[in-house]
């Protein structure tokens, strides 16, 4: 399912966060939404999963737009990971999980076993099968995020929304989520603050400033060492990976690459 932000833009307590947005992300593309703190990634997935309503533009989920689909419509084609922590801290990482099959269950409809198997299949993924009993209050930062991607992959929605996915987690899982990501069959929009494994993973990249688009494209083209020294403040070098050759930024040096301490050498 293809998802379309059309010229959005929103106000936030008297502030414009968003700016005449435009972003297409085709059927099954991975698009990494970057930029610096405050730039309005946030703001912009919230648009989406129906959270904040555009103050002008339309968010369009295939065909409709989001603003005019009923929650229920809306809540099974994007299922969400977002840094807001369950309230609910007596509830089991299982029944956290199950949370993810709501939209699809009829009325106060009881877990079906299709249910559990996808509970059960999310939480395997996720590497969180022996943690399914315990309550989700007691667990770290870490942990928590697991269960939450869980939940989001239980529910088997076309559109995934991942809103800084990668924060708690140590460096084996970032890379193990984003790879998981990458290989759905989803359309997925991720805000995410590590522009290297946004260019790693993505297939597509947008960068924000000031609630602005300024730059899209595929990584290489989006994250230009350009882009990322105006955005961010930042002097940046992009560089080829030499297994996978994709792009990947080296920051704090200028280009071109200087060794450090090489001219008292010389
Ligand atoms: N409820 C709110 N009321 C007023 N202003 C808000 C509200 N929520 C966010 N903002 C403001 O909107 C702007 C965009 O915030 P948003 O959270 O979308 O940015 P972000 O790019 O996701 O930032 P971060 O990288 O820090 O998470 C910021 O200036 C923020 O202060």
Redesign the pocket.
């Known amino acids: 399912m293809k998802v379309h932000f059309h010229d959005v833009s ?1 106000t ?4 414009e ?2 700016r005449k947005v435009d972003i297409e992300i085709p059927s099954g593309r991975f698009l990494g ?1 970057v ?12 648009t989406l999963y129906r959270a ?1 309503a555009p103050s002008s533009g339309r968010v369009l989920l295939g065909e409709h737009d989001v603003w005019r689909t009923d929650r229920r419509t809306v809540a099974r084609a994007v299922a969400v990971m977002t ?1 807001e922590t369950s309230s609910e801290f007596d509830l089991t990482v299982l029944d956290v999980v199950l949370l993810g099959r709501v939209p699809f269950q009829r009325g106060f409809g009881r877990d079906t076993e299709a249910d559990l198997d996808l509970a059960w299949t999310a939480l395997d993924r996720v590497g969180a099968t022996d943690i399914a009993d315990r309550p989700i209050g007691r667990l770290s930062g870490g942990q928590r995020q697991r269960v939450m991607l869980a939940r989001a992959l239980a529910a088997d929605s076309p559109v995934l929304v991942l ?2 996915p990668t924060n708690h987690l140590d460096i084996a899982f970032q890379l193990e989520l984003m790879r998981i990501a990458a290989g759905l069959d989803r359309t997925i929009v991720a ?1 995410l ?1 590590d522009l290297n494994l946004a260019a790693t993973y993505c297939d597509d990249i947008a960068v ?1 400033d000031a ?1 602005r688009v300024v730059a899209t494209g595929t990584p290489d083209e989006a994250l230009t060492p350009r882009v990322v020294e105006d955005v961010f403040g930042v002097a940046a070098d992009q560089l080829t990976h030499p297994r996978d050759g994709r792009p990947v930024l080296v920051f704090g040096s200028r280009s071109p690459l200087s060794t450090p301490g090489k001219e008292n050498h010389a």
């Open positions: 929103a936030l307590g008297g502030n966060v968003l939404l930029g610096p703190n405050g730039s309005g990634k946030s703001t912009l997935l919230r904040i840094q809103d800084e805000a603050h924000l609630g």
